[in-house]
């Protein structure tokens, strides 16, 4: 029965990476007919970089589902896993494990998203205060500036303090949670390093911005009709002479 009770908590962390491993940037565009979001814009199959592909309906349910996979594995441990065995430290774990499973996919070659959304749904299992409390923070940021990465780092950040902070009074504050949490936080900023980089050089694109379609080589036939060389054609004069100017 122990060694049962010890398999509950490995068990529920492979799953919930499993179902994070889901990337449903991918998953939705191809259903939809979209192209694949890793080949354009920030190449990143993530709800925003969707949302460029000119198609928000796609964007709007990858957020979605996005969330979803990070919510419901923490909200099927805090309901039923008491029972099993599970608490503070699993839920925690779940959690984690979910949102890696959404940065390193074992479906799609280890190469997932930023996480963002799928972060958004583990505080949302964890307390439905903590994660209308985040996204509040990202919207006022994203609303305002116009910045997704932005909006982002800066809800990322956010999230542990108000955790800790509000803690004991919104939802019971624990040690485990807040490592997780945390942790999570460090990997949304090594995630959006390069746009870090591109805010402070002002390239970061913004938030609704389509991708730039793919650039077109020279057509290199389109020089002989160039009107500069019809111009020095005009100039001189192609009428046939008069067989008598020569003669007076």
Do not use: C
């Not at 439905?128 to 909006?151: E, H, P």
């Amino acid at each position: 029965m122990e060694s049962m009770q010890s398999f509950w908590p490995i068990l529920a962390a492979v799953a919930a990476y499993l179902v994070g491993s889901l990337s449903f940037a991918v998953i939705v565009s191809r259903v939809m007919g979209l192209n694949d979001p890793r080949t354009f814009g920030s190449k990143n199959p993530g709800a925003t970089n969707v949302l460029r592909s000119g198609s928000k309906a796609a964007a709007v349910i990858t957020l979605l589902l996005d969330a979803v996979k990070g919510w419901l594995p923490v909200m099927l441990v805090g309901v039923y896993g008491p029972r099993y065995g599970l608490h503070d430290g699993t839920l925690a774990m779940v959690g984690l494990a979910a949102f890696l499973g959404h940065l390193y996919p074992v479906f799609f070659r280890f190469v997932g998203g930023k996480g963002v959304a799928t972060a958004l749904g583990v505080l949302m299992g964890v307390s439905v205060w903590l994660g209308l409390a985040t996204l509040l923070i990202w919207a006022v940021m994203a609303l305002g500036l116009r910045y997704s990465s932005l909006a982002s780092i800066t809800a990322a950040v956010m999230a542990p303090v108000v955790y800790v902070l509000a803690g004991d009074t919104f939802w019971i504050k624990n040690t485990p949670v807040a490592f997780g949490i945390t942790v999570m936080a460090l990997f949304l900023l090594y995630r959006h390093a390069d746009n870090i980089n591109r805010l402070i050089k002002g390239t970061e694109s913004k938030l609704g911005k389509k991708a730039a379609p793919p650039a077109v080589g020279p057509d290199h036939g389109a020089h002989r009709g160039h009107p500069h060389h019809r111009s020095r054609k005009i100039g001189h004069s192609t009428e046939p002479k008069s067989p008598h100017s020569g003669k007076h």
